[in-house]
């Protein structure tokens, strides 16, 4: 398996803009994670899903931001409009039940000008 | 906010063991504790995980104190590849897959030198 694949792999887009970031998690892995890296806050949780369904988005900062995954093999995060304070690496991880740990994408760094 | 303590830095000479400690003194009875690494502009990696025996892989071991309130991440022979952030992560037992729900802190920067 090729692993968790995010795309773009880096994206700079002025601010006001619409920003979609894109996921395909490990194939049979039926949880999918997105977070967040800043400098000053590290490592966000930001909304994870349970086969397709949103399980906790507590994470996700505003109404800005939002998260789809329409089928088990692709999710979407979005940011509407775009602000410069939401220039970060963005990561995905898939995991399935029965593994003991999360695997991880190579990230989406995002810079808002 | 993350449940554990670690130093912000440390370094190790190549071929050495790497010894790094967390502490986790408010972990409770169904807390496991984890350990990835984050290596420079990738993803973070899971590395090892237990609740209270010591435990081993190929990549290292963990030592976890009979109190549970401290545990050491162990990399018996560094290498500069071994150059990363280090994460100790408190977090419940996950069933059912939802083993990536998890808090981060700021980790411990290992910096392996020749």
Redesign the interface.
């Known amino acids: 398996d090729a692993g968790v694949i995010q795309s773009p792999r880096h994206e700079v887009t002025e601010m006001g803009q619409e920003v979609t970031l894109r996921c395909k998690p490990i194939s049979g892995h039926d949880y999918l994670f997105w977070y967040r890296q800043t400098m000053m806050r590290g490592l966000e949780l930001l909304i994870y899903f349970n086969n397709n369904v949103p399980i906790d988005d507590s994470g996700m900062p505003e109404d800005r931001f939002s998260a789809k995954m329409p089928n088990a093999s692709f999710s979407t995060l979005k940011i509407q409009p775009s602000e410069p304070r939401d220039s970060a690496v963005y990561f995905c991880a898939s995991s399935s039940q029965g593994d003991t740990e999360a695997f991880f994408g190579q990230g989406t760094r995002l810079t808002v000008v | 906010d993350a449940k554990t303590t670690q130093p912000p830095s440390m370094d190790c000479a190549e071929g050495r063991a790497a010894n790094l400690p967390c502490n986790h003194s408010t972990i409770s009875g169904n807390e496991y504790v984890y350990w990835y690494r984050q290596i420079h502009?990738?993803?973070?990696?899971?590395i090892i995980?237990g609740l209270k025996n010591n435990e081993t892989n190929e990549m290292a071991s963990l030592i976890i104190t009979e109190d549970r309130k401290s545990s050491t991440l162990i990399l018996p022979h560094a290498t500069l590849r071994d150059t990363a952030v280090y994460?100790c992560i408190v977090a419940e037992g996950?069933?059912?897959?939802?083993?990536?729900?998890?808090?981060?802190?700021?980790?411990t920067k290992l910096s392996v030198k020749p």
Do not use: T, V
């Open positions: 502009s990738q993803g973070p990696q899971y995980h994460y996950r069933y059912g897959g939802s083993q990536g729900n998890l808090i981060f802190g700021k980790g």
